[in-house]
């Protein structure tokens, strides 16, 4: 049986210290106050959840709804790895949470579940809430500057004050977005304690084209299916100045690096078959008048401008109809890269999985240290697989655990 360490409480001796205030941090204290643990919650920033509070553009997309298929389809990071953590918490856990603490949510299209009032602010004010209510100790405004352990305690220093747990959870985030707060400063804790970091690179990331993007700027598109090698995504995309982004491009942009061509097709619901039998049906128009019948015309029209000998299906020969079908259900779009890591929603990439027990999250090599959230080589897609994974991740964290 695995029991808290017993010590002679001090000033600023607290049993379980979290560092980072994000959702994985305001759930681990949560739920190691839920324990009866004395805890403070440590943030940098002058107030709760900052990263949240932008998500879903404000809405706060707070977990998803699916099977534990789906969640895991959602989270291509290392996923699997938390088989055991949703054993214990999982999406249907953070739906009922909230629910109990007051927060009344829904659903939306592809199980993204978010609360009734859009606003994130209605969430991040539940979690302080619960906060408040278990007696946790707030300190905003504290950024730390040092960790150590000394024989059972760990010694957690910010610039004006020296704190000390026999539990230490570590919930600073990735590297993305660091005007949020996420520097990586929680890599730099644990390599102070000997565990290995992965390669960091951005994911969920918009994607940058070489492509006509003023042609098509701030169109969007429900739906399509974009493709690159053996990866396919079928959600929401959006040309930008830039290029693309929106879930497909998003979920697409863990898979490149550039220099590879992407294959967009806008109407996966219809084969090439059905497509031609639309064009012959309308074969007397214009190859954009037949197309934007199906299509948004600023899209039919840029289709059109590709053939431009074409002026109607009727008249294009066996080969043109072959490759204007192609070119309508494929279209390539050449991509140069993607948004840098301080650009992009999610870190790709972190502590490294091995040397953290699956089912506490603690550090196999020092006692009383867990994990929680973006820090560990866990990366999801958009749609609220990634705040599931925090929140997850952060409960279990938390919670008292009984070995064998």
């Not at 049993?15 to 305001?26: K, L, R, S």
């Amino acid at each position: 049986m695995k029991i808290l360490l017993c010590y002679n409480k001090g000033m600023n001796t607290f049993e379980t210290i979290v560092i980072g205030a994000g959702p994985a941090g305001m759930m681990a204290a949560i739920a190691a106050a839920s324990w009866g643990k004395e805890t403070l919650l440590l943030e940098k920033n002058k107030r709760l959840g900052k990263k949240l509070a932008g998500t879903g553009g404000g809405r706060c997309n707070v977990t998803n709804n699916g099977t534990l298929d789906e969640l895991l389809a959602g989270i291509p990071g290392n996923g699997r790895f938390l088989y055991s953590v949703f054993s214990q918490f999982d999406n249907h856990d953070i739906i009922r949470f909230f629910e109990d603490n007051g927060v009344k949510l829904k659903v939306e299209d592809h199980g993204r579940v978010f609360p009734t009032t859009d606003r994130s602010q209605t969430i991040i004010k539940a979690l302080e809430t619960k906060l408040l209510e278990l007696g946790v100790s707030i300190q905003t405004g504290r950024e730390v500057v040092s960790v150590k352990k000394k024989v059972d305690l760990f010694q957690v220093k910010t610039a004006d004050a020296l704190y000390h747990a026999p539990q230490l959870i570590v919930t600073t985030g990735g590297k993305a977005y660091p005007s949020t707060g996420s520097t990586g400063f929680g890599y730099d804790i644990a390599r102070h304690f000997g565990l290995s970091v992965t390669s960091l690179e951005a994911a969920e990331s918009p994607i940058l084209t070489h492509f006509p993007h003023k042609t098509l700027q701030g169109l969007s598109l429900q739906d399509v299916t974009l493709r690159c090698g053996k990866h396919q995504v079928t959600h929401d995309l959006l040309f930008t100045h830039f290029g693309l982004s929106g879930p497909a491009a998003l979920r697409l942009s863990s898979f490149i690096s550039g220099g590879e061509t992407a294959y967009l097709d806008p109407l996966p619901e219809l084969s090439t078959g059905e497509l031609a039998q639309h064009l012959e049906r309308h074969r007397d128009k214009s190859i954009k008048n037949a197309l934007k019948l199906i299509l948004p015309e600023r899209l039919a029209e840029y289709m059109a401008q590709q053939f431009p000998t074409i002026e109607k299906f009727k008249q294009a020969n066996p080969r043109e109809r072959e490759h204007l079908l192609t070119f309508v259900k494929s279209i390539p779009i050449d991509i140069t890269g993607k948004m840098s890591l301080a650009r992009s929603f999610v870190t790709k990439g972190g502590i490294d999985l091995r040397e953290i027990n699956p089912k506490t999250l603690e550090s196999k090599k020092v006692p009383g240290l867990h994990f929680a959230g973006e820090v560990l080589d866990i990366n999801a897609h958009t749609g609220g697989f990634n705040i599931t994974s925090a929140l997850c991740t952060g409960w279990v964290a938390g919670s008292l655990h009984y070995e064998e």
